[in-house]
């Protein structure tokens, strides 16, 4: 018995799926495109998102200004994001924007082409191009909207936008200077560069303790390397940023192998003078 009425339930979902294929097909070859219009609309309400996309696409160049090309537009790009077409989404989203910036779903369609971008947004190892375009268009978003309903989910996104740009920029600075080993001149300038660019752009930062402290023994390793002429000036150097570091970080987890170079600096120093 148990398995007759698994075979019949098999049955039936199958017939039902059929079906539904069927009346799908039968829908894309049709010539009404307000039956497309309703079921597009229908497939959108219960999650048929690929079913309502193709539909869609069918009949927005024939409905282009009627009343209904507004929601069929507004739900189209919504196919795209519910499909983690993020890219795509975030385009229409922006066309509906540009075309319909009168609309009651404009500022949702405005947050909507931000977030998709956001969504798109790779891991932070990755290329950030698309987080930074993100980071444009959500802060767009804030600023003509600031008391948005959407407003405070821009604002989550743009916070983890940041992180990945600080965490990004943050392990390209420390990528220069793992290349000390081979102590070159060269790559301590690069990571100098580096250190001094993160801090620049992430004033603040939870790293910059650590980068600072790095500054420190990246201008005293620089200083070691140099030639003759140029080493006193970078150990001066080396204990200006120390200065600067403990005036900033004086009970920090760096200070002691911070004051170890330090002492070190001032009797290069000193002989150097002698």
Not at 23 to 52: C, H, M, P, T, V
Not at 104 to 128: C, I, T, V, W
Not at 206 to 219: C, D, G, N, P, V
């Amino acid at each position: 018995m148990r398995n007759s009425y698994r075979n019949l339930l098999f049955t039936f979902i199958v017939t039902i799926l059929f079906s539904s294929c069927s009346d799908f097909r039968k829908l894309q070859k049709s010539d009404d495109w307000e039956k497309k219009y309703d079921a597009a609309i229908n497939y959108y309400d219960i999650g048929e998102y690929y079913k309502a996309n193709v539909l869609l696409e069918q009949i927005l160049p024939i409905i282009k200004g009627s009343e209904k090309a507004e929601i069929a537009n507004f739900y189209y790009g919504y196919t795209y994001f519910y499909q983690e077409q993020y890219l795509l989404a975030s385009h229409y989203f922006k066309v509906f924007y540009d075309t319909f910036n009168r609309s009651k779903f404009a500022e949702e369609a405005r947050f909507m082409f931000g977030y998709s971008l956001y969504k798109d947004s790779p891991r932070y190892n990755l290329d950030q191009t698309s987080s930074k375009e993100a980071i444009t268009a959500l802060q767009g978003f804030i600023n003509l909207y600031p008391k948005s309903k959407f407003a405070q989910k821009a604002d989550e996104a743009l916070v983890d936008l940041r992180d990945k740009l600080e965490r990004k920029a943050y392990e390209k600075a420390l990528l220069y200077y793992d290349l000390k080993k081979f102590m070159t001149g060269e790559y301590l300038k690069a990571a100098l560069v580096e250190f001094g660019n993160f801090q620049d752009d992430f004033p603040g930062s939870k790293y910059t303790e650590e980068i600072q402290y790095l500054e420190i023994e990246a201008m005293y390793n620089l200083a070691e390397v140099s030639i003759y002429s140029v080493k006193k000036e970078r150990y001066l150097e080396t204990i200006s940023f120390y200065e600067s570091f403990i005036e900033n970080y004086e009970n920090s987890k760096y200070l002691k192998k911070a004051e170890k170079i330090y002492e070190d600096c001032l009797e290069k120093v000193r002989k150097l003078n002698s």
